[in-house]
């Protein structure tokens, strides 16, 4: 009886293990009720490697459910018990870093709570590949957001003392010194708020924040390059948040 029970235990153990090994499981989430302050993991996995998949067994605690997950920067799927990351950084050649959030509440919805862990992210240098018809006067506002003719942008965009830079074209990215950026309004017809430098005049600012309806806008941005000098012009959609 005593040889049969082992061989039964050994047949057990090795199933155990056969499953365990055959996932693609790079660890353990585990989301603390009592003590609030982050999500724990296990392994401890702090750096992840941009753009590569991680998944991770999640847990919490039975009264409670979670809600949804959010990655700062790149994706945060969810499949029943398994939670798949894909950082996605644009700082090439950079380390950066991602917060990720978990919304959870209790089973009766009478409690929402919010957990985070905040993870390193290695970026590698990007490969630029050959582009055959580069775009050329690109417009960028706060060095961060391509603006493009005819597409929508939040009025909040332009808020803050936000900056206008212009560049030859997207192969070279060679800067030029904005010189001036004008705003002019659809609504305030022949109105232009010009500014001295690469940042919005108050004016425009003042005019950007009445809007309530999405209307077009035409900025133009003046840049120079030594004794060469560029003016574009870009009519975009603004819209209020």
């Given at each position: 009886m005593r040889y049969i029970f082992k061989i039964l235990l050994l047949f057990f153990t090795c199933v155990l293990w056969q499953n365990i090994f055959s996932q693609r499981i790079n660890g353990e989430i585990f989301i603390p009720i009592s003590?609030?302050?982050?999500?724990?993991?296990?392994?401890?996995?702090?750096?992840?490697?941009?753009?590569k998949?991680?998944?991770?067994?999640?847990?919490?605690?039975?009264?409670?459910k979670i809600?949804?997950?959010?990655?700062?920067?790149?994706?945060?799927?969810?499949?029943?018990?398994?939670?798949v990351i894909i950082p996605n950084s644009t700082k090439y050649g950079e380390v950066d870093t991602a917060t990720l959030r978990v919304i959870v509440t209790s089973i009766g919805g009478s409690r929402i709570m919010l957990f985070q862990r905040r993870f390193i992210i290695r970026v590698p240098e990007k490969m630029f590949p050959l582009i055959s018809n580069p775009k050329n006067n690109l417009i960028k506002v706060n060095d961060q957001v391509l603006m493009e003719r005819n597409k929508?942008?939040?009025?909040?965009?332009?808020?803050n003392k936000a900056t206008m830079s212009m560049y030859d074209n997207e192969i070279s990215?060679?800067?030029?010194k904005v010189t001036s950026v004008t705003v002019s309004l659809m609504e305030r017809e022949g109105k232009q708020y010009i500014s001295s430098g690469d940042t919005l005049?108050?004016?425009?600012?003042?005019?950007l924040k009445k809007i309530r309806n999405p209307i077009p806008v035409?900025?133009?941005?003046?840049?120079?390059?030594?004794?060469?000098?560029?003016?574009?012009?870009?009519?975009?959609?603004v819209y209020s948040e």
């Open positions: 003590n609030r302050s982050e999500i724990w993991v296990k392994p401890k996995i702090d750096t992840l490697d941009n753009k998949e991680y998944e991770f067994k999640i847990r919490v605690s039975p009264e409670f809600s949804q997950f959010l990655f700062e920067k790149g994706l945060a799927i969810q499949n029943d018990s398994v939670l929508p942008y939040s009025k909040e965009l332009f808020m990215m060679k800067p030029l005049s108050l004016e425009a600012v003042h005019e035409y900025i133009k941005v003046d840049g120079t390059n030594g004794k060469t000098k560029k003016s574009v012009w870009n009519r975009v959609i």
